[in-house]
């Protein structure tokens, strides 16, 4: 099994930038394709970034496209998300999630199997 464990949300101004961090423990982090999740007030919990065990391929949201980017580091067994150009429509619960898959453009959360506890992200106009 692996741990998830996430950081770096926050308060911002429209149009400022945060990065999330997931910190992973547990079995190889590089064994895993990950992704963040958002789930705003009301709101089913959509796909906005994954990325491929080894890093190189890479899937956004429309909604997010252009504005934020998905990294890993398998030596410090962590996943980010870079978000910049925030705007109040972005404001949720960001939830890191993995799962053994190497297919990275599962969108449905069914597939994915390990979740974090969420990182409030909030964008004021």
């Known amino acids: 099994q692996i741990q998830l464990v996430e950081s770096g949300g926050g308060l911002v101004q429209a149009g400022g930038s945060l990065r999330l961090s997931c910190a992973a423990s547990g079995r190889t982090f590089g064994s895993y394709t990950m992704g963040w999740f958002r789930q705003a007030r009301g709101k089913d919990r959509e796909l906005a970034a994954a990325i491929s065990r080894s890093g190189l391929n890479t899937y956004y949201a429309d909604s997010v496209k252009g504005r934020f980017t998905i990294s890993r580091d398998n030596t410090k067994s962590t996943v980010y998300l870079q978000t910049n150009n925030l705007q109040p429509d972005d404001t949720a619960v960001y939830y890191c999630?993995?799962?053994?898959?190497?297919?990275?453009?599962?969108?449905?959360?069914?597939?994915?199997?390990?979740w974090g506890q969420g990182t409030q992200v909030t964008v004021s106009s």
């Open positions: 999630a993995a799962m053994e898959a190497a297919y990275i453009y599962y969108r449905s959360t069914a597939n994915w199997a390990y």
